[in-house]
């Protein structure tokens, strides 16, 4: 499991391995380069059949981890988005979200085919909206989404969308709350999406499972505290969902196993005072991709 955070001085790389942190400090070339284009909005995900972590952010090009340090990926015209890795086509495939700006703006598909990115606008895209949860089943190689915040009105929405890499297909308009910047993490273990949080005039702290035709709302002992735009990914090795805190609470992580919540080991300090230009200290804007290594 590879978290990765933004430093005002300097870069770095944290990896969880169990319940245990480790801290990486990337050559000091490549952690000048790394903070500098690091924006809170950055997205990746993990290249299995090349061994990489793939992070791509609103600079336009693309950087890759390889373990050891950061290279600028050989690619033209990334642009930020939503990245899953596709196996069977071996290829980094990403969703364009609306960006917040433009009016004209629409959901895009998009596929890293050597060097070169390929875009191509998808059929049946949802309504322009911003924050949606999105994860990706790695069962179907589907993109699950729910939710997010109409960009004309500004109304919180509540529905649920899957995206097969060629159309979207409406799935649902009942289920948990509407609301905004909910995470979300397909358990491969139980072929479930786990999603927790969000936010609408108050921030959310409830679990809802997703079992591919439903959502349940799952009653636990313990949760997080109530957040958004927070990380959350799978662990495979352990069965677990892996939760790090976001904005509207202190930085912590947890670990569902799906029955209940429970609290991890403090985080190192490098997470744990990390604070964006400008914002509240309980303020985070980390992402997180999993390994299988």
Request: hydrophobic share 40%; aromatic share 12%; charged share 15%.
């Amino acid at each position: 499991m590879r978290w990765r955070g933004r430093s005002t001085l300097t870069g770095w790389f944290q990896v969880v391995r169990v319940a245990a942190w480790t801290s990486y400090a990337p050559p000091r070339a490549q952690e000048l380069r790394y903070v500098d284009e690091t924006p809170p909005d950055r997205s990746g995900c993990y290249d299995t059949v090349r061994q990489r972590v793939i992070t791509v952010g609103s600079s336009n090009y693309s950087n890759e981890w390889d373990g050891a340090i950061w290279r600028r990926a050989p690619d033209v015209g990334a642009q930020w988005g939503f990245l899953w890795y596709d196996r069977a086509r071996r290829h980094v495939r990403q969703l364009i979200e609306y960006d917040g700006y433009s009016t004209t703006s629409t959901f895009a598909y998009r596929e890293r085919v050597g060097s070169a990115w390929q875009t191509a606008t998808v059929a049946g895209a949802p309504s322009l909206r911003i924050g949606m949860a999105l994860a990706h089943d790695t069962a179907s190689n589907t993109v699950l989404a729910f939710g997010g915040m109409d960009a004309g009105t500004g109304t919180m929405l509540g529905d649920t969308w899957r995206f097969d890499g060629v159309a979207w297909t409406l799935l649902a308009t009942t289920g948990p709350a509407p609301r905004n910047l909910a995470g979300l993490a397909y358990d491969a273990a139980r072929q479930r999406m786990v999603m927790f949080g969000g936010v609408d005039q108050t921030a959310y702290d409830d679990t809802w499972e997703w079992n591919a035709t439903t959502w349940q709302a799952i009653a636990t002992a313990h949760r997080p505290p109530a957040c958004w735009w927070m990380s959350m990914a799978f662990d495979a090795a352990r069965a677990r969902t892996v939760l790090l805190t976001g904005v509207g609470a202190p930085v912590a992580h947890f670990e569902y196993d799906g029955t209940d919540w429970s609290a991890m080991p403090a985080l190192p300090a490098a997470i744990a005072n990390l604070a964006a230009p400008g914002a509240p200290p309980t303020t985070n804007s980390h992402r997180a991709s999993v390994t299988t290594g």
